[in-house]
């Protein structure tokens, strides 16, 4: 199982950013994906999850701003991220849920 995470990068507070996770080696369409993050000398979170069926979970945090979809056909899960705050600095990772399979993650650092 791979999935190769990309979309990361330098943002201000405010800005915007679309991540996105390409999957290999599993049925992607039957498992349920998440999107983790770790701030530095923090534990891991989960940010957000879909359902194989499209439903849809966030944390409190970012309810409101963060949106996670999925493209069944390319394999793929997003996380559009706007109204981003100094606070969503972390390596962002996605999952597939209840599984031990991990991308290596990526960076998204938001400061002015």
């Known amino acids: 199982v791979q999935l190769q995470a990309s979309g990361g990068g330098l943002v201000q507070p405010g800005g915007s950013l679309r991540l996105s996770c390409a999957a290999s080696?599993?049925?992607?369409?039957?498992?349920?994906m998440g999107w983790y993050r770790q701030a530095p000398g923090k534990q891991r979170e989960l940010v957000a999850a879909i359902t194989s069926g499209a439903s849809t979970n966030y944390a409190d945090s970012v309810k409101g701003r963060f949106t996670i979809s999925r493209d069944n056909a390319k394999n793929t899960v997003y996380l559009q991220m706007n109204s981003l705050k100094p606070e969503g600095t972390a390596v962002y990772y996605c999952?597939?849920?209840?599984?031990?399979?991990w991308g290596k993650g990526t960076q998204v650092t938001v400061s002015s």
């Open positions: 080696g599993i049925i992607f369409s039957i498992n349920n």
């Open positions: 999952n597939v849920l209840h599984t031990p399979f």
